[in-house]
């Protein structure tokens, strides 16, 4: 079945939330997956550019992470949203000089750490919030996902750690991966 939500993104459209619904992880789901090219195999580097061009200072800054994003917030903070790649979600760190402090799972519809949220692509809009698009589903397959359409969903937060889930911005026909999102 399909759900309306009554958030809605910038223009006046309700989103399906169908292919966005948040579940917890499982217990017992930070083991390192058997895949060595994973995101529990990749690392994030923090370096500065003034031209765009030329990265000074780069420096390992997490481990068994992929796929970040950043987004600087009105307050001056910047926050890096990645794959913990143990953990199997979504993460926040807090850039703080040449280094991060990881800061914990984002939390969606109040679930700490949802199951299945990968690819994180974040966005500061106009009026302070934070926009996170991400895929949903993913994971290990098992009986009760067997048909299901990889979604690209959207989720917006106060603070950069909450989000509320507003819904599916789009759904694939095939295994599709690093949504972005672009204003």
Not at 48 to 71: M, N, R
Not at 112 to 134: F, H, I, M
Request: proline share 10%; net charge negative; glycine share 12%.
């Amino acid at each position: 079945s399909t759900s309306t939500s009554t958030a809605t993104p910038l223009a006046a459209v309700p989103l399906s939330r169908e292919g966005c619904e948040v579940k917890p992880t499982p217990a017992g789901a930070d083991a390192p997956p058997p895949d060595k090219t994973g995101p529990y195999y990749h690392q994030v580097v923090l370096g500065h550019s003034t031209d765009g061009v030329t990265v000074k200072g780069a420096t390992q800054v997490l481990e068994h992470a992929s796929v970040p994003d950043g987004v600087q917030l009105t307050d001056g903070r910047v926050f890096i949203y990645y794959i913990n790649g143990a953990h199997h979600g979504i993460e926040i760190a807090l850039v703080e000089g040449e280094g991060v402090r990881p800061l914990g799972p984002i939390w969606l519809d109040g679930i700490e750490r949802p199951s299945g949220v990968v690819d994180p692509d974040a966005t500061l809009l106009p009026n302070g919030k934070v926009r996170l698009v991400y895929f949903s589903g993913f994971g290990p397959p098992t009986p009760t996902q067997a048909g299901r359409t990889p979604t690209m969903c959207l989720a917006d937060s106060d603070d950069g750690i909450h989000f509320t889930v507003l819904g599916r911005a789009i759904a694939f026909n095939e295994i599709t991966t690093d949504p972005s999102l672009t204003r």
